[in-house]
């Protein structure tokens, strides 16, 4: 979705299986787009009203410009009103954080899902002015969370309630839903967010919720790779993985899905495709429950931008268990993700204790090796 000419790419993908089945799509914001509301969010919170405004000129021009490439003159105006509204609410949010100067948790969820739900209007505008029958959706109405903001988790039960009533009856009318990616609300309909790259996830539990027969996942590579590319020029496209593969891969620094995208799908066995947009001729990569293949190591991922944390207590009356909950709780707080935690002891006459945070360094050359076991 970065640009007009990939809209139009991935309305084609959309159009030719909506003419073979039902299809719903789930979009993300265009390229930069989410960091760009992110950080007018930072400079609102922090006063700096210069680049707050700048930013706002900069959203507002790349989506009308898109607007612009995108649609015929007379389907413009309806769509320009549409962006301007968006864009005035994200505006409405920013200058708020900037008279409290502050961020609240809440609010900005509410801000960050307008990048998708801008790209949601432009997919529908566009697939409607092809004769295509499509709406957009804001995910909100769908996709039920907790109250875990910027990192929450889906409820199924729920969700799947409201998928019945907003995505099942434009399917059973042909009618193709556009819904955002990365974003929710809670039971009470507070705006919630599903963590940075959500969008995939977003379409796993909309799979999940109505029962699909597969999920396509299309993105910029041309699959699940043996390593990544970029540091292995010899890497191979995975022609099958299982969920359980897959899922180590994401978790371990592989960049092709979500880490909780097949969470959803586990229970009812809903197969995935994962395809490049640039070249949908690939076969692509199935992520499957069960595979039959050989033994032995598959795939190799690495991880960056780690860190390694060790934290002591500085006197003999401070309870550890009370530091590592406050660091924990720091973490979650900071929205740090805790890949590998260790506790270690001094000799028995010492009344010393460390508590260690460990993940993988970028220094520290390690890999983590996948293995399938037949």
């Known amino acids: 979705m970065g640009s007009a000419d990939r809209i139009r790419v991935a309305a084609r993908l959309a159009t030719e299986q909506h003419a073979l089945r039902p299809v719903a ?74 008279m409290l100067g502050e961020r609240p948790p809440r609010s900005v969820d509410e801000a960050m899902a307008v990048g998708e739900r801008l790209s949601a209007l432009l997919m529908a505008e566009y697939l409607e002015s092809q004769g295509v029958a499509a709406v957009a959706v804001n995910a909100a109405e ?29 399917l059973d009318k042909h009618i193709l839903p556009v819904m955002t990616g990365f974003n929710g609300s809670t039971l009470d309909g507070r705006p919630t967010t599903l963590g940075r790259g959500g969008s995939d996830f977003s379409a796993s539990i909309a799979a999940a919720a109505l029962d699909a027969r597969e999920l396509w996942i299309w993105t910029d590579v041309d699959g699940i790779m043996t390593a990544d590319p970029r540091l292995v020029p010899n890497a191979q496209v995975l022609e099958a993985v299982t969920y359980a593969e897959a899922a180590e891969l994401a978790y371990n620094g592989a960049k092709v899905l979500h880490p909780r995208t097949l969470a959803p799908l586990a229970e009812r066995q809903i197969p995935v495709w994962s395809k490049n947009s640039f070249a949908p001729e690939k076969p692509g990569t199935r992520i499957l429950p069960k595979i039959e293949c050989k033994q032995g190591p598959h795939a190799v991922t690495s991880m960056a931008d780690v860190a390694l944390v060790s934290i002591e207590p500085a006197s003999a009356a401070l309870s550890g268990t009370k530091v590592m909950a406050r660091s924990l709780d720091a973490l979650a707080r900071a929205n740090v993700e805790l890949l590998a935690i260790t506790s270690s002891s001094a000799p028995p006459n010492s009344w010393k204790k460390i508590w260690r945070w460990s993940w993988l360094t970028v220094t520290s050359n390690r890999f983590k090796w996948m293995y399938r076991w037949a």
């Open 25 to 98: 799509v789930v979009v993300s914001a265009m390229s930069k787009i989410t960091d760009l509301l992110l950080d007018t969010l930072r400079k609102a919170e922090a006063g700096d009203q210069t680049d707050v405004d700048a930013n706002l000129r900069h959203l507002t021009t790349r989506h009308i410009d898109c607007c612009g490439a995108l649609l015929p003159p007379e389907r413009q105006e309806a769509a320009l009103g549409g962006i301007h509204a968006l864009i005035q609410e994200f505006t409405r949010i920013a200058k708020g954080m900037m």
């Open 142 to 170: 769908v996709i039920a969370t907790d109250a875990l903001f910027g990192n929450a988790n889906p409820l199924m039960e729920p969700t799947r309630q409201r998928a019945a009533k907003i995505l099942q009856p434009l």
